[in-house]
């Protein structure tokens, strides 16, 4: 019984069948042939929405809204550009510590590749870089804002797999800092290599002014995160605080309208709505397995080929970055999640360590082709072919897998900072 | 009523979601803020906010989700239907809207039941019936096939080439 569901799930998603419906569809059909009242339904869905945990995701959402609307990453943009711009491969250098310090304000890789991306795209055909190479370093570099808190798919894979998810976020902190460095390396290599000009001189002027102009964008992210770190809020509470601090902010820059604000509310409801759905119908996929026991029989599966924990979370990490390559990251956390984590906790794996390396690596696949909504942003933000851009972020792609396998190995890079800041 | 009749109701809908996600939001912004400012400025925190939080949030989705549904954002994998050719595949995407159709339409129903077998439950904190709170799935639901039936009418892209919108 357990198969014909699978299979018409896959099926219906294949046939272009919205996530919603190739999830719930089938669910339907086994409540009607197993005799099961249909009102079961609605009672998983209602029970995993209300949940206060997932509220953070609807403020998250908004916050990155409503920043993209006031035009704060020009400013962000500026600082970084001050910072490390006149390093050799400058502009590379500027992007990824953009995209880290964006990353610490929004939660989606998909809002990051696109705010980031705009300006870094127009920065580098004005400073004779190759496009390519700016396109392939933001989306890389897009690949932080789930790692670095917030993170709106730490916050599902929190609800769905009861994760604690300030300890989530807090675990993805060292892990963001390394792989942002990998990043910065690789890009310094790439512009030795092709000898990419020297722009400027560093100068303590220009970093005060632009400092100055980016001094209150700036404390956003140390407000979200600074908060959540010492325990005065819950991460729901960090992003309310969040969004009423970045409709301030867009009232001192005088750049925030009502039809501005209204337009990027309902567009921020509207991308909410269609993701929790799926969450929502994902909870009556999670019943159906529970009583059929699939977690039971993958944990039977994985645990007949391999036993240390090391080759388990390998071997789990490579299943969903194949998945990764095809679907979005919260159906897969959705789907797989629930059956996956039974035998994390049987192996021993810590789920903050495990839950950090899961999200990464759904992220991984937000760029790769031929599924990637990262990728697809970067694209059309950019104007160039997804194929074209995706070769040129092979090297900081492997960069980010070399980081990966790291992770795997010493998972106190991923504890250490939960385990001592919220215990 | 022909064609233009049904766009003209559909865009009033349109517009009236929008209204109702803005205010929920808004509304939802408030509670969340209450919260904190209860905890922290006053004495005692509100035990009410947490509650009427949850019920927001489910509003939210199926109201955002119905707004979704007219802007066609769910999320589907488009590779294969986009890359391979197989005989009859106009008939199998029909197929599948229809079952997309099918299915908002039952859950609509079956949850229209639910809410209405549930209503003598009490929201302990609000004090009001919890039908209150899920009469959200069968609303938005009913908006979603709604919009799901408008696609077969509408234009299909207000950017497609002319071709197509004449089509």
Not at chain 1, 19 to 48: C, E, K
Not at chain 1, 159 to 185: D, K, W
Not at chain 2, 54 to 69: E, K, M, P, S, Y
Request: contains cysteine; proline residues 5%; positive net charge.
């Amino acid at each position: 019984m357990i198969w014909l569901f699978l299979i018409l799930l896959i099926l219906l998603i294949l046939l272009r069948s919205p996530i919603a419906v190739a999830l719930g569809l089938p669910a339907l059909v086994w409540l009607f042939l197993n005799d099961i009242s249909l009102g079961i339904t609605t009672q998983r869905i209602y029970g995993t929405l209300n949940n206060s945990v997932l509220l953070a995701v609807p403020m998250f959402l908004l916050a990155g809204r409503l920043m993209n609307l006031l035009q704060v990453t020009d400013r962000i943009f500026d600082f970084a550009m001050a910072i490390v711009g006149h390093i050799r491969g400058g502009l590379g250098h500027v992007v990824v510590v953009t995209s880290m310090i964006f990353s610490a304000m929004s939660g989606s890789a998909a809002a990051d590749a696109v705010g980031v991306g705009t300006i870094t795209v127009k920065a580098a055909r004005e400073r004779g870089y190759d496009p390519e190479f700016a396109a392939a370093i933001t989306l890389s570099a897009s690949t932080l804002a789930p790692i670095i808190p917030p993170s709106i798919i730490m916050i599902i894979y929190g609800a769905t797999a009861n994760v604690s998810i300030g300890r989530l976020f807090i675990g993805g902190i060292i892990p963001g800092i390394i792989f942002a460095s990998l990043l910065l390396i690789a890009v310094s290599i790439i512009a030795r290599r092709r000898q990419y000009p020297l722009m400027g001189q560093f100068s303590f002027r220009r970093l005060f002014t632009t400092l100055r102009k980016a001094f209150l964008v700036l404390l956003t992210p140390v407000i979200i995160i600074g908060g959540i770190f010492f325990g005065f809020f819950t991460p729901t509470e960090a992003a309310t605080i969040a969004v009423l601090y970045i409709l301030l902010l867009g009232m001192w820059y005088r750049t925030l309208t009502w039809r501005g604000m209204y337009r990027e509310f309902v567009n921020a409801g509207s991308t909410v709505g269609v993701l929790m759905l799926v969450v929502g119908i994902s909870g009556l996929d999670g019943w159906v397995f529970t009583r059929e026991q699939l977690p039971v029989l993958f944990m039977n599966g994985v645990s007949g080929v391999v036993s240390e924990p090391w080759a388990i979370i390998l071997v789990l990490l490579a299943v969903i970055l194949v998945l990764g390559m095809f679907m979005d990251a919260t159906p897969i956390i959705l789907m797989v999640a629930p059956v996956m984590m039974p035998i994390v906790a049987s192996a021993g794996i810590d789920p903050v360590h495990f839950g950090v390396l899961f999200c990464m690596t759904c992220v991984l696949g937000l760029i790769t082709p031929p599924v990637g909504v990262a990728l697809y942003g970067v694209a059309s933000v950019s104007k160039l072919p997804m194929e074209r851009i995706f070769w040129a972020t092979i090297p900081f792609f492997l960069s980010l897998i070399g980081g990966m396998i790291f992770l795997v190995f010493v998972p106190s890079a991923v504890t250490f900072a939960p385990n001592l800041f919220l215990n | 009523m022909n064609k233009t009749h049904f766009l003209r109701l559909e865009a009033g809908v349109v517009r009236l979601e929008g209204l109702m996600l803005f205010a929920i939001l808004a509304a939802l912004l408030f509670t969340l803020s209450m919260q904190v400012i209860s905890r922290f400025f006053m004495d005692f925190p509100l035990a009410w906010t947490e509650e009427l939080g949850r019920v927001l949030q489910i509003w939210l989705v199926f109201i955002g989700a119905a707004v979704g549904t007219h802007r066609c954002e769910h999320f589907v994998v488009e590779l294969f239907m986009e890359k391979v050719n197989f005989p009859g595949k106009a008939a199998v995407a029909r197929l599948i809207d229809l079952t997309t159709v099918g299915f908002f339409a039952i859950l609509a129903w079956v949850s229209a039941q639910t809410m209405l077998n549930g209503a003598g439950q009490i929201l302990p904190t609000l004090g009001i019936s919890i039908a209150w709170s899920y009469a959200a799935i069968p609303i938005g639901c009913a908006l979603m096939v709604l919009h799901f039936l408008m696609a077969a009418v509408r234009p299909i892209d207000p950017n497609a080439s002319p071709k197509e919108v004449i089509e």
